[in-house]
C-alpha cells in the first residue's frame, strides 16, 4: 500500500492530553533499553496509534489499550531499531486489525511503508511524518498535526541525539535532519524521544535549540564530537536488527 494514501488534510487541535482533552496520550517505558512508547487515541473515535513498541512490553501495552477501550490501528516504528527488538511483530496478532507501519527507506517489512509528508490519520487526528536521517536512513519524526507534540525517535533525544557510527548512520546528515526538520516548530513544541537514560520524560524545541550540548554547535564541531564518541557496540544489535527487518517478527526454531 503506498504511502500517500495515508494522507489527510491538516487540522487545528487542543495539545492537551488530560482526561477532559480530545486526544489521549500514554508515556510508557522500557528499562532494560530505556526505550519509551508512545499511545495516542482520540478519544471521541477511539482509534489509537501506537509508536516503538517493545516486544518485551507487547502485552503490557495490548492490555492497556484494550482497558481503555481504544481500537489500535496503526504499531509504528521511527526506524529500525539496533538496541531491542520492535513488538509490533506480535501486536498485530494480539489485536487483529492492527497494521505495522515503517519508512520505506529504513528497508524493513511492514503492512505499510510510509515517507516524508505522509500523515498517518487516527479519528480526528493525524501524525505528519518528517524524515529525520542520520542515525539512520530510515529515521522519521512523528508530529502532532497542530504542531504541539514531536516523537523523534533516536533523532534527537533530550540534551543529546542517536549515534551516528553504525548502521549507515552520517553525523553530517543528522545535523541538517535536527535543524531542518524538528528546530523548524515552534518553540514550545512538546519533543518526545524514543529513549532517555537520566530520568527525563520530555523536552521542548526551544529548550533542545538552545541547550542541548550537541545540536548548539556548527555542523563541523558536531561531526567532531560524534566521530569522537567511541561507544560501546549495542548489546542485542545483532539480534535486534535482523529481527526489526521482519517487523520484529521471530523465525521459530527448527
Do not use: W
Not at 532494560?32 to 489509537?48: P, V
Not at 519524526?141 to 552520517?170: E, K, P, W, Y
Not at 519533543?191 to 548548539?216: M, Q
Amino acid at each position: 500500500m503506498a504511502g500517500s494514501a495515508l494522507r489527510v488534510a491538516g487540522r487545528q487541535l487542543s495539545q492537551q492530553s488530560g482526561s477532559g482533552a480530545p486526544i489521549l496520550l500514554r508515556q510508557m517505558f522500557e528499562p532494560k533499553s530505556c526505550t519509551y512508547t508512545y499511545l495516542l487515541g482520540d478519544r471521541e473515535s477511539r482509534e489509537a496509534v501506537l509508536i516503538d513498541p517493545v516486544l518485551e512490553t507487547a502485552h503490557r501495552d495490548a492490555q492497556l489499550i484494550k482497558e481503555l477501550g481504544l481500537r489500535l490501528l496503526y504499531a509504528v516504528n521511527t526506524h529500525c531499531h539496533a538496541d531491542h527488538v520492535t513488538g509490533t511483530g506480535l501486536l498485530r496478532t494480539l489485536l487483529p486489525g492492527c497494521q505495522s507501519m515503517i519508512s520505506r527507506l529504513s528497508g524493513a517489512q511492514a503492512d505499510l511503508h510510509i515517507e516524508d509528508g505522509d500523515s498517518i490519520p487516527f479519528g480526528r487526528f493525524a501524525l505528519e511524518t518528517r524524515a529525520s536521517p542520520g542515525h539512520t536512513p530510515g529515521c522519521v519524526t512523528f508530529v502532532l498535526n497542530d504542531h504541539s507534540m514531536a516523537f523523534t525517535g533516536d533523532a534527537l533525544l533530550i540534551r543529546g541525539c542517536g549515534r551516528t557510527d553504525f548502521q549507515q548512520g552520517c553525523a553530517k546528515t543528522l545535523y541538517h535532519s535536527v535543524h531542518e526538520k524538528i528546530f523548524t516548530l515552534p518553540g514550545d513544541c512538546l519533543i518526545y524521544p524514543a529513549h532517555d537514560y537520566h530520568g527525563l520524560t520530555v523536552s521542548t524545541v526551544e529548550e533542545e535549540r538552545t541547550l542541548n550540548p550537541r545540536l548548539t554547535l556548527s555542523c563541523e564541531e558536531f561531526v567532531k564530537v560524534m566521530d569522537e564518541l567511541k561507544l560501546p557496540k549495542p548489546q542485542q544489535i545483532d539480534f535486534a536488527v535482523p529481527a526489526n527487518m521482519r517487523c520484529g517478527v521471530q523465525t521459530p526454531p527448527s
